[in-house]
């Protein structure tokens, strides 16, 4: 069955620090999310993406966020300078009809 | 916009028992449901779906969902829980169309032996 691939499964990094989180969706899908997850908390949509363009975001996704599709398979998100409540598992997925995303496993960002 | 409300944080059942989580919704306008399980350390896997149709629904592992419109609901069930249901279950909800999931806070099932 197609996945959804995430990598890496984990991530440390400094606050103040850059990172990108990448990800890649099923080949034929046609939408693609940014979820992340908070210890203890709720799954929290970020960011969906369509048509080479952000077609939705939550106000959780501010600046310091930004999502591409470099190369027609890979589809990142970036956190310009992590802060330490940026720490949280980060879910990518995808879809072809809006009827029942696939996720990914997730990275485990941890920001100190 | 919607919302999701899972009644109940923790579910502690014995093995074979029927299990039931709940899940409630509030939309104005038309949506799809959806119930998602994490197993430990794992990613979020799709168990089962009501985007229209016979408000009962079938998914993976057994388990099915009841849409109830009039009581804005769409509980998980399961007849006989093994101890391999262990996990976290999520009901989310979407607008017919959109793209956003909103998710409840989550239910973590906890089979005993």
């Known amino acids: 069955e197609p996945e959804v691939t995430q990598t890496p499964s984990h991530q440390v990094t400094q606050m103040g620090q850059e990172v990108i989180l990448r990800c890649v969706p099923i080949?034929?899908?046609?939408?693609f999310y940014w979820y992340r997850q908070i210890l203890g908390q709720k799954v929290e949509f970020l960011v969906s993406?369509?048509?080479?363009?952000?077609?939705?975001k939550s106000e959780i996704f501010d600046d310091q966020f930004s999502v591409e599709r470099p190369d027609g398979s890979n589809f990142t998100l970036k956190i310009r300078s992590t802060k330490l409540e940026d720490s949280a598992m980060y879910f990518c997925?995808?879809?072809?009809?809006?009827?029942?995303?696939?996720f990914g496993s997730g990275t485990r960002l941890t920001v100190v | 916009a919607q919302s999701v409300t899972q009644l109940d944080s923790q579910v502690p059942v014995f093995e074979e028992a029927p299990v039931e989580l709940r899940c409630n919704y509030s939309s104005s306008v038309s949506v799809y449901l959806f119930w998602y399980v994490q197993y430990p350390n794992q990613g979020l896997q799709l168990l089962l779906k009501y985007l229209s149709g016979s408000t009962l629904v079938k998914g993976i592992n057994g388990f099915e969902a009841e849409f109830n419109k009039s009581q804005t609901s769409f509980h998980l069930r399961k007849p006989s829980v093994h101890i391999s249901d262990t996990a976290e279950y999520f009901c989310?909800?979407?607008?017919?169309?959109?793209?956003?999931?909103?998710f409840g806070q989550g239910t973590r099932l906890t089979i005993n032996p």
């Open positions: 080949s034929n899908h046609l939408y």
């Open positions: 993406f369509y048509n080479n363009e952000i077609s939705e």
């Open positions: 989310a909800v979407s607008r017919q169309g959109a793209q956003k999931l909103v």
């Open positions: 997925a995808s879809d072809r009809t809006l009827d029942g995303y696939t």
